[in-house]
């Protein structure tokens, strides 16, 4: 068995779910090879040499690849699927909109978002928002698989000398076109690889009252911001702030959820955080029921006292 796993990265470097993914090839069995598609990602593809468990480095070199078009990406993808029994992909944006075509050209069943490896064809799921575990097998010659990244160890970006392979790209199938991208520019760590996470819900009532409670303590902390679903759609903060279901999902080793009630949208992507503390002046929330540390209290009144004692 070979893996291949998508790799994702900003051209110069590996993004870090992407050393999660490598680790549940890993698993998988047999050799692991990384494909490095984009422009000008020499950087990038040195960087995935060095990860340690990596056999061989697939690198794809043309301008149509530059910014990851889940078409061409796709195209590119098939080409390559002969020659392996598993493709493993991040559960980001990206997999998730890359994957699905290529199984379903293969003619196979996608597995999305897993959580555990059991064999080279058994694997774990969660379903109903996290609140069920599917064991799945499949049969498919080829596993083509999205992969949970906060359920794996990220292996070592270093020890690895696996060699670089250049290999030919495929022409653009020109059935999209890159017209533009926005970023959000953060001087907070990124959510999804942040190790405090200090989240907001609708509770604080305003987006000005949100930075205004929030950013002073996750400024004292280092921490990321996030946000409930209800917090973003009040406009309270941007969609790319939203942990859940249909959000960002995150296990760092904090994670503070402030004035969030707990439904089962926003459990789904938080409850694997090693520690969380929840603040909330409902004692019936269902946070607390996935808590370690819980304070029935007014968030206006608790967040700043914490603020002043840490000092």
């Given amino acids: 068995m070979t893996c291949l796993v998508i790799a994702e990265h900003n051209h110069q470097a590996l993004k870090a779910a992407t050393l999660n993914t490598i680790s549940a090839a890993l698993m998988c069995g047999g050799e692991v090879h990384v494909l490095v598609s984009g422009h000008q990602a020499g950087d990038a593809a040195a960087a995935a040499a060095k990860v340690s468990g990596v056999v061989k480095v697939i690198h794809v070199d043309a301008p149509h690849l530059e910014n990851h078009l889940a078409e061409n990406l796709a195209e590119q993808i098939l080409i390559l699927a002969p020659n392996y029994s598993h493709i493993l992909a991040p559960s980001t944006a990206v997999g998730k909109s890359v994957l699905p075509r290529v199984a379903a050209k293969l003619d196979v069943a996608q597995i999305s978002d897993v959580i555990k490896v059991i064999s080279g064809d058994t694997f774990e799921r969660p379903i109903y928002a996290g609140n069920a575990i599917a064991t799945v097998q499949t049969m498919d010659s080829v596993k083509v698989m999205t992969v949970r990244a906060t359920s ?31 970023l959000s520019k953060l001087d907070r760590p990124e959510l999804s690889a942040a190790k405090i996470v200090v989240s907001g819900g609708r509770a604080l009532g305003s987006g000005e009252q949100y930075d205004a409670i929030l ?68 004692p019936e929330a269902p946070i607390f029921s996935v808590a370690d540390y819980g304070l029935v209290a007014d968030l206006f ?9 840490l000092g």
Avoid: W
């Fill in 215 to 282: 950013g002073p303590l996750a400024d004292k902390l280092g921490a990321a911001l996030g946000a409930s679903r209800a917090a973003v759609d009040a406009g309270y903060a941007p969609n790319d702030y939203q942990v859940g279901q249909t959000g960002k999902i995150v296990a760092p080793e904090l994670y503070i959820a402030i004035g969030i009630s707990g439904a089962i949208q926003h459990l789904a992507g938080m409850k694997d955080s090693k520690v969380i503390v929840a603040i909330n002046k409902d």
């Fill in 301 to 309: 009144t608790a967040v700043p006292e914490l603020i002043s004692e």
């Fill in 152 to 182: 794996f160890d990220p292996v070592s970006d270093t020890g690895g000398c696996a060699s670089i392979e250049n290999f030919v790209a495929v022409v653009s199938n020109h059935s999209s076109d890159f017209v533009g991208r926005e």
